[in-house]
């Protein structure tokens, strides 16, 4: 087992928002905890809403937790400040999922993508940042003279390329992708999956990848966190979460996904109606609603993640 790298503790980010004149606390995190190797992919899969996106956001403090603890390698992420955050901030790098809006559109390509190691002093001459990012635009496939282009003269694809630089250069220990091919063609999500698991392999990056799609996270992770309404309900090695389900959330999940043997597909993955909303949480386990195993002690109690089986951690009173 490879050394722990990212080590993610009961975290919990919150929002205000209005509604109809009254302010409302959101909880978009509620006390999350997991855990990154060296060279690892852990796939965060959920629907729209369920949390993913700010899991990864309070990870490099693009929003600030409410509370709970983020270790990276023995560093403190939430209380670090000044130089601290910004030395922590070139090893937890994002690449967001619309590549035109996160790139600054006055800005050249060349130049967004050497934004971090500028900020951070990392360059010693002109020639070496040139370099740099000559080296960097190839090791994502893009031509070195794209370094002088500006995001609205590249395709969706390029684009995303880009922004893959950008989050490699300087080379960070740990990639936070938030849903990187979601925006993209069909064909191109290949593409940039294929690339994005070639710098893992030349690079020795380890990745949280977060998607709303299981075909996605299964072609790309070593584990699965599956959330709903902000939590984690199951926690498995990838091969077991896609092919041995056990959170009644997660069946219905791989129970959508397109198969070409009917026989292979999830049995007994029944769900009816939508979530609950967020400003009024249920007080106990947030997917009783719909879930085809809901008893009364769901309604009442919100279940815990623990060992189902010996194949992973689910959170779900009926197993």
């Known amino acids: 087992m490879s050394e722990t790298i990212l080590r993610v503790r009961d975290l919990k980010t919150s929002f205000d928002v209005k509604r109809s004149g009254r302010k409302y606390r959101v909880q978009a995190v509620d006390g999350v905890s997991l855990s990154l190797a060296a060279a690892e992919v852990l796939g965060i899969v959920g629907e729209s809403g369920c949390g993913k996106t700010t899991v990864g956001r309070s990870i490099v403090r693009l929003v600030e937790a409410d509370s709970g603890a983020i270790d990276f390698k023995g560093t403190d992420v939430l209380g670090a400040g000044g130089s601290a955050l910004r030395e922590l901030r070139l090893n937890l790098r994002m690449v967001f999922q619309d590549p035109y809006a996160s790139l600054n559109p006055r800005r050249s390509i060349g130049d967004s993508v050497a934004e971090a190691g500028d900020i951070n002093k990392v360059f010693t001459s002109k020639a070496e940042r040139a370099e740099r990012i000559a080296e960097t635009l190839t090791a994502v496939g893009l031509e070195p003279s794209f370094a002088s282009r500006y995001p609205h003269e590249l395709s969706g694809g390029q684009r995303q390329r880009a922004g893959i ?155």
Request: charged share 20%; hydrophobic share 45%; net charge neutral.
């Open 165 to 319: 630089a950008r989050a490699i250069l300087p080379t960070p220990a740990v990639i936070i992708a938030d849903e990187p091919v979601s925006a993209l063609d069909v064909s191109v999500q290949a593409q940039v999956l294929n690339l994005m698991m070639d710098l893992r392999e030349q690079l020795g990056l380890s990745m949280l990848f977060i998607s709303h799609d299981m075909g996605v996270i299964g072609q790309v992770s070593d584990r699965v966190a599956v959330m709903y309404m902000g939590r984690i309900v199951e926690l498995a090695e990838a091969n077991t979460t896609l092919n041995h389900p056990k959170h009644p959330y997660t069946r219905a999940l791989m129970a959508a996904v397109p198969r070409p043997d009917p026989s292979q597909r999830i049995a007994g993955a029944i769900e009816t109606g939508e979530p609950p909303s967020q400003l009024k949480r249920p007080a106990g386990c947030a997917y009783a609603a719909r879930c085809p195993l809901v008893s009364s002690r769901c309604l009442v109690e919100a279940p815990e993640l623990r060992t189902v089986e010996g194949r992973g951690l689910a959170a779900c009173h009926n197993l």
